[in-house]
């Protein structure tokens, strides 16, 4: 109970700092991007398949007469799914150039991980469902939606720098066999500088979370930590990024709710040349997974190269050709070879 008075209070009070004006800003934003991806497994059946992605976001914002911004969003549409994303909390931005979000933050970790170059297409070569090599930097940031993010302002301490700080509650429901994420506490920062003609991005994070099942308890919860730099020369960007931790609860056909150990490493570039942007990536993931309760587990492994080629046709109008190559093992061993094309358009608004 007292958790949820402290929530109840911090959020009411941030609202009712200052009067508000009565109309909202709404504005939309989305996009429509559709293709043909063509999958060559290896060893297996070649086969073509149209791909979607569909969101529309509505964003709401107004401020106060004290200069604080209010705002919040919520997706109409997420990909093919009618029903979007209608969970979002509210951001309040405040005249010091600080921001802090208020339910549904997100994790202060996983704000900071850099962007790695890759295809901007829609394919991929399809892993089996115990493959459980991680291939996001931040893959162990993980949060409940009752929380709190607080981003700095710029050149916080030093300048360049900007932090952020969050952190999570449990919902007070008895816990079930499947695990789930309780509360959690992250920082992350970006440092932001120039070095000769390139402006250098420096990215990390650590996360730390805490989780509950019934039966057998978990070894490991989520936690995790990366790093990433990323260096801007002209229409030239080249990033690498590593991530190394544990994921709790992972969903595994062959061992049930399981848990992992892992590190990525992802690096990559683009290039654009007038309307015509190039980019290349590659991703190295490694992981042990083992069932609830231990150590040590199976090794998996995925290692994918990427490459994409966008065209700008018109304002808001691009066309995508991307390919990739993927090698991957499960417990040792090799599966789920292939590579895959896509050719499509995104229309953005």
Request: hydrophobic residues 40%.
């Amino acid at each position: 109970m007292k958790k949820e008075l402290l929530m109840g209070t911090a959020l009411v009070s941030t609202l009712g700092a200052a009067s508000v004006a009565e109309a909202v800003t709404a504005t939309m934003s989305g996009n429509h991007q559709t293709g043909v991806e063509f999958d060559s497994p290896t060893g297996g059946t070649d086969t073509n398949a149209q791909i979607n992605d569909n969101n529309f976001t509505v964003s709401l914002s107004e401020t106060t007469d004290g200069g604080m911004t209010i705002s919040s969003s919520f997706k109409l549409m997420d990909e093919n799914a009618a029903a979007g994303d209608v969970d979002a909390g509210f951001t309040l931005a405040f005249t010091d150039g600080s921001k802090l979000d208020v339910l549904n933050a997100g994790n202060a970790a996983g704000s900071h991980a850099v962007s790695i170059p890759g295809s901007a297409g829609a394919e991929g070569v399809a892993t089996t469902s115990v493959n459980q090599a991680q291939t996001g930097l931040d893959f162990g940031a993980t949060s409940t939606v009752l929380g709190v993010e607080y981003h700095t302002a710029s050149d916080f301490m030093a300048d360049g720098l900007k932090m952020s700080f969050s952190a999570s509650t449990d919902s007070g429901a008895a816990a079930t066999a499947t695990y789930r994420v309780d509360s959690h506490y992250a920082i992350g920062a970006t440092y932001v500088t120039d070095l000769g003609d390139s402006s250098v991005t420096i990215g990390t994070g650590y996360s730390a979370s805490e989780g509950s099942k019934t039966a057998t308890a978990i070894t490991n919860d989520d936690s995790m930590f990366h790093v990433g730099l990323s260096a801007v020369t002209g229409d030239l960007t080249v990033a690498v990024g590593y991530g190394d931790g544990n994921k709790g609860g992972v969903n595994s056909a062959a061992a049930g709710v399981g848990e992992v150990e892992g590190d990525v490493v992802k690096a990559g570039v683009k290039y654009v040349s007038g309307d015509l942007t190039f980019n290349v990536g590659i991703t190295s993931a490694d992981a042990k997974d083992n069932t609830v309760g231990s150590s040590g587990g199976s090794d998996d492994s995925i290692d994918t190269t990427s490459a994409s080629v966008s065209y700008a046709v018109a304002s808001g109008v691009t066309a995508i050709l991307g390919y990739t190559s993927m090698e991957a093992s499960n417990e040792g061993a090799a599966t789920d070879d292939g590579s895959a094309w896509y050719i499509g358009a995104n229309m953005a608004f």
